[in-house]
């Protein structure tokens, strides 16, 4: 049954329980982005669910100490009460307990074979080969466009966007172009090419997700810095529909993206880094559009732009929060033509001392949650961005 809030939006973190090891060996990337997008992760049995007065409680024994955080979705199985069964949002959580809100009745459940996994985002993975993968919306709106991974590396994965495909590493209306990445767009691992598992993210929804890494945590655990690439579709702007407002944006080089996190981020915008498989006309290949923010200036960083002054505001004490777009290329303007989904950048400076990767606000007019992502040139954080966990998105 579905949830009474919607569980759209999910996110995965790399210290929650059963999550895949990410590293510096071929493969781990793909491992992630399977348990993320399509399989779920970290099955569990609970020993219990009580009801009482639209309120949930599960209690389990196996990672009591890692109980899911709030906001993250569940998939439950296997209740008596079919309405606690399927997709369910995190309220709250503690040590061997979590709750969730619901419609179903008061009651106790005490029967054997309940259990609950962190649910996927519900892609297909309609191709794959040694370390390579393609992952492909399966939400009857998605503009259907489909992503190569090419995991044979070791520190970072090389990423393509394709309109169509028809085998693992064969398709039509790449992007980016050759002529733009002879290459294609890559998402850091690690800093090193070995088995010490390093930090990392993945937030999305059914149609959209981003990937924040943070690569030297291989040989510093304190090095927690990122940098935020994505893949999916936008929001488009145009009331017609746009059938290639598609985003795929990653680093120049494999050494780039290891070495400067937040190379080809969301982030912190540069020029080249973001491909979307055709203008708005429809016509032509792959373009490169700006990354352009509402307020501030994007190319500055989430966190350490200076356009709306430091954090916090010494007027209201505010962090401000705007979104990101991308402008209507090969036209050379500032026309926004579809924004980022889920995305706050933050146009002010000073924000990185006062948060930390993982950590949580609510957003004060919505009341969403958003969670902090860590980028910089190098793997201590400089800025910060934030993405609503909460949702919906759309």
């Known amino acids: 049954?579905?949830?009474?809030?919607?569980?759209?939006?999910?996110?995965?973190?790399?210290?929650?329980?059963?999550?895949?090891?990410?590293?510096?060996?071929?493969?781990?990337?793909?491992?992630?982005?399977?348990?993320?997008?399509?399989?779920?992760?970290?099955?569990?049995a609970a020993t219990r669910i009580t009801v009482v007065a639209g309120v949930a409680t599960v209690e389990f024994s196996v990672g009591a100490s890692q109980p899911p955080t709030p906001d993250s979705v569940?998939?439950?199985?296997?209740?008596?009460?079919?309405?606690?069964?399927?997709?369910?949002?995190?309220?709250?959580s503690a040590s061997g307990v979590f709750k969730f809100r619901t419609a179903a009745p008061d009651s106790v459940d005490n029967g054997t074979g309940i259990t609950f996994k962190f649910a996927a985002l519900g892609w297909a993975k309609p191709f794959s080969g040694t370390n390579q993968a393609v992952y492909r919306s399966t939400d009857p709106q998605s503009l259907g466009m489909f992503l190569y991974v090419d995991d044979r590396t070791t520190t970072a994965a090389l990423l393509r966007g394709y309109e169509s495909m028809s085998a693992i590493d064969t398709g039509t209306g790449h992007f980016p172009s050759l002529a733009q990445r002879t290459d294609g767009c890559w998402w850091a691992k690690s800093g090193s090419a070995n088995a010490t598992a390093v930090r990392w993210l993945v937030v999305g929804d059914s149609r959209f997700f981003v990937d924040n890494t943070a690569p030297q945590a291989s040989s510093s655990p304190t090095s927690t810095a990122g940098g935020t690439r994505a893949f999916g579709d936008l929001l488009a702007l145009r009331r017609t529909g746009d059938a290639y407002a598609c985003l795929l944006c990653g680093g120049t080089s494999q050494g780039n993206v290891t070495s400067s996190p937040n190379n080809g981020s969301l982030d912190t915008a540069s020029a080249g880094w973001y491909f979307l498989p055709r203008a708005v006309t429809g016509l032509g290949g792959s373009v490169a559009p700006d990354l352009r923010s509402y307020a501030g200036t994007a190319s500055a960083g989430s966190g350490s732009d200076s356009g709306l002054g430091v954090f916090p505001s010494d007027v209201d004490g505010e962090l401000k929060l705007t979104q990101l777009y991308l402008?209507?290329?090969?036209?050379?303007?500032?026309?926004?033509?579809?924004?980022?989904?889920?995305?706050?950048?933050?146009?002010?400076?000073?924000?990185?001392?006062?948060?930390?990767?993982?950590?949580?606000?609510?957003?004060?007019?919505?009341?969403?949650?958003?969670?902090?992502?860590?980028?910089?040139?190098?793997?201590?954080?400089?800025?910060?961005?934030?993405?609503?966990?909460?949702?919906?998105w759309r």
Not at 2 to 13: C, E, G, P, Q, W
Not at 83 to 91: A, H
Not at 334 to 344: C, D, E, F, H, W
């Open 327 to 392: 402008n209507n290329a090969p036209t050379v303007n500032n026309t926004p033509r579809a924004v980022v989904p889920g995305y706050r950048y933050v146009p002010q400076l000073q924000v990185a001392q006062y948060f930390e990767r993982d950590s949580t606000l609510i957003e004060a007019v919505s009341g969403r949650r958003l969670l902090a992502l860590p980028h910089s040139t190098s793997g201590t954080p400089v800025g910060y961005g934030f993405i609503d966990i909460t949702g919906p």
């Open 74 to 92: 569940l998939l439950i199985a296997g209740a008596a009460q079919t309405l606690l069964n399927g997709e369910q949002r995190v309220t709250e």
């Open 1 to 44: 049954m579905a949830s009474l809030v919607d569980t759209s939006v999910k996110h995965f973190l790399s210290t929650m329980y059963g999550a895949p090891v990410q590293n510096g060996q071929a493969g781990s990337k793909i491992a992630v982005l399977d348990a993320c997008l399509v399989t779920g992760f970290g099955l569990r």
